[in-house]
């Protein structure tokens, strides 16, 4: 039997284009149907698992896929949480005739400093952010504690380590409307005291004169710290 063909255009003319959303793994998204409310009933597919829907009286049905466990649907959108690489891919919403198709891009990111988190004025370090699974016309950097400081690419190279560097640091991916980030805390700390500067505050007294006793007890110390 064939298909009349007005009905054939109504279903085109309804089905409109999504949108693009990302998130990183382990992390939590919201997916915006485009529609604000529906009289009929509501559907949330990924691929082709189903995993909610929701009619007219506010009856909720799931769906027996693993993202159907973490998802739940919040008005029209749908909300997924402990993102995972698997969940990637194209989300559908129906909304009475209403469809429109929605694609998830997941991130798996990864901070990292060297030689340590904890570091000295004037050494050296390098910070790197590694993401995996970033699309075309996506933007990486790293974003430093200081506000009106310049933004660095995926890797920053500290030389030297100065002051300006302590706090948290923000590797920052941006994706046209959508941002997500990844947090690494640095401190920094000043140099420990060199053995002739310990010696002195040891042996030395601001009161009175170096003595006999005060240079003998360097000698001492200073060999005994070797």
């Not at 049905?61 to 891919?89: H, Y």
């Not at 300006?164 to 947090?183: D, M, P, R, V, Y």
């Not at 010696?199 to 601001?206: D, H, M, Q, R, V």
Request: hydrophobic share 35%.
């Amino acid at each position: 039997m064939k298909m009349p063909v007005w009905f054939v255009f109504v279903l085109g003319a309804l089905s409109a284009a999504g949108e693009v959303f990302v998130a990183k793994v382990g992390g939590k998204v919201t997916l915006k149907c485009g529609v604000s409310s529906y009289t009929r009933s509501l559907q949330w597919h990924h691929g082709n698992d189903f995993l909610h829907s929701v009619d007219q009286r506010g009856f909720p049905r799931k769906g027996s896929a693993e993202l159907a466990q973490r998802s739940v649907v919040r008005q029209t959108n749908l909300e997924i949480s402990s993102v995972r690489e698997t969940d990637a891919g194209r989300f559908t919403c129906s909304a009475d005739w209403t469809r429109r198709e929605h694609t998830l891009s997941v991130f798996s990111v990864s901070v990292s400093v060297t030689p340590s988190a904890d570091l000295l004025l004037g050494s050296e370090a390098t910070l790197q952010c590694d993401v995996k699974g970033v699309i075309e016309g996506c933007e990486v950097k790293w974003r430093s504690p200081k506000v009106d400081s310049p933004e660095w690419s995926p890797t920053a190279q500290l030389k030297p380590v100065t002051s300006s560097h302590n706090g948290t640091w923000q590797c920052i991916i941006t994706c046209g409307s959508n941002q997500l980030s990844e947090h690494l805390t640095i401190t920094v700390q000043e140099p420990p005291p060199t053995t002739s500067t310990t010696t002195a505050s040891l042996c030395s007294s601001k009161d009175s004169p170096k003595t006999t006793f005060a240079i003998v007890c360097s000698v001492l110390l200073s060999y005994f710290l070797l």
